[in-house]
């Protein structure tokens, strides 16, 4: 069965395309929002060749292909057509949780740029590496040049997730960067950043008509702002022209769009964003003021789960905006120590499991390679003993790393060949933890599977 076959199967198995509201993927899953979540047939669905696994969470109904679902992702979207997805489009389900919707939203938005984050953020790792070596100075026009390369991802974020916020809330992509345009005007960042430096003259705000007061903030880098922001600003369009009489559409329905939409950024969501975004970074930063030890069993118990669930990518936004406040992120290496516990007790599956070796091989290198569905739905979830060890080798070499706290500075896939964006003070720290989270798995997991140990 080819892989245009498979995705004529999983539009039946779902429902067909009258069942399906919207469809989206991240790095290794397609996910769908169904009208009818009881239409699915996943047994089924879970036997086509090229899936790994698919599962039902948070009203959500993932689908995982693996590297290769970008792919996938075309030829879905090539079947299902524009004019079929235009009218499953507003079809209505029951109502969702906010751990649903939130979880739709920040995979949905966060996925299609993860390549361009994860890309910058290498390179922006093996710049810090270099400069902490003193290879290159850090005045020299090489580092100025890369940097640039570098962080323009980071601080122009704003208007990567304007678009893919548009995308994902069904509104006009132009207006959507029009918003977070002004959000990133010069205007307002220069007077965030005479206000950070205490300059003379500097003000906490700017008053439109001497009534509405716009909070100064520097939003280069921010994540929940612009994304609350074209929520509403789709709420706002459809308001707007709904009460627009329709020789007046064309013209006053995207400015009236942009100037509420606008305004509302600037007055309301933006600085209510900001600080929704401050207190995720505190209830992470609250667990490092216990101990960062503590904080690295937690997170790094909690990542394999995560994974598996497919609620990893709420870690993200929290992530950014740690880079962003404090210009380096402990969470990322933790994320790191469990892709390689995962791809420890999958290499020790591969050893002592005689049966399908070329696949479970295949998902162990994926996994040290930074992309672990294929080890932890293909694999860990048939070797239960398997899974519990790789939680416990990812918790004790992110307490360990935390310990010695080792961070980044900038966003990257959590694979092996990051590696060299820890040099600097900390890579002897993350190379250990790569090793005991490697040899740690491994080795549990050879001790309480077995050799003859079938699944």
Partial sequence: MGTQEAISKIIHLVGGPENIN???????????????????????????????????????????????????????QDALGTDSRTATSEKTKERK??????????????????????????IKGLLAGLIALKLV???????????????????????FLAVSAAKIFKTNEYLAVAVAACLMYPTLIDA??????????????????????????????????????????????????????????TVFTPTLTLFIGALAALVIIGPIGIWLGKMLAWCIEGL???SASFAGLVVGAIRPVAILTGMHHA???????????????????????????????????????????????????????????????????????????????????????????????????????SLPAYIGPWFIFALSGVAIALVLSFTLTTLLVGREQKP
């Fill in 22 to 76: 919207k469809v989206w993927h991240c790095m290794t899953r397609l996910r769908f929002d169904l009208v009818d979540d009881n239409k699915i047939a996943a047994d089924e669905i879970k036997q086509l060749p090229g899936v790994l696994g698919a599962q039902l969470q948070s009203d959500q109904f993932q689908i995982i292909i693996g590297p290769k679902v970008n792919g996938w992702y075309q030829l879905l």
């Fill in 137 to 159: 100075s850090t005045k020299s026009d090489t580092v100025m040049i890369i940097d640039l390369i570098a962080s323009g991802v980071f601080y122009f974020l704003p208007f």
């Fill in 288 to 290: 490092f003021g216990i």
């Fill in 315 to 417: 870690m993200t936004p929290i992530a950014l905006q740690n880079f962003s406040d404090r210009g380096y992120d402990m969470l990322m290496p933790m994320m790191f120590m469990a892709n390689m516990a995962i791809a420890g007790a999958t290499f020790a599956i591969w050893r002592l499991n005689k049966e399908n070796r070329t696949v479970t091989l295949s998902a162990a290198i994926s996994a040290l390679l930074g992309i672990t569905e294929p080890a932890l739905f293909g694999v860990l979830t048939r070797y239960k003993k398997a899974f519990i060890t790789a939680t416990i080798a990812s918790s004790l070499a992110s307490a360990f790393i935390a310990f010695f706290g080792v961070r980044l500075y900038g966003y990257i896939l959590s694979s092996i060949f």
């Fill in 97 to 122: 949780s906010l751990v649903s919707l939130f979880m739709d939203t920040v995979s949905g938005v966060f996925g299609p740029i993860v390549p361009a984050i994860a890309g910058a953020g290498m």
């Fill in 192 to 249: 965030a950043k005479a206000l950070a430096a205490h300059q003379d003259g500097a003000v906490s705000a700017l008053w439109l008509l001497n009534a509405i007061p716009v909070s100064v903030f520097n939003y280069a880098s921010s994540v929940i702002p612009v994304i609350f922001s074209i929520l509403a600003l789709k709420y706002i369009h459809q308001a707007v022209d709904r009460v627009m009489p329709e020789v007046l559409k």
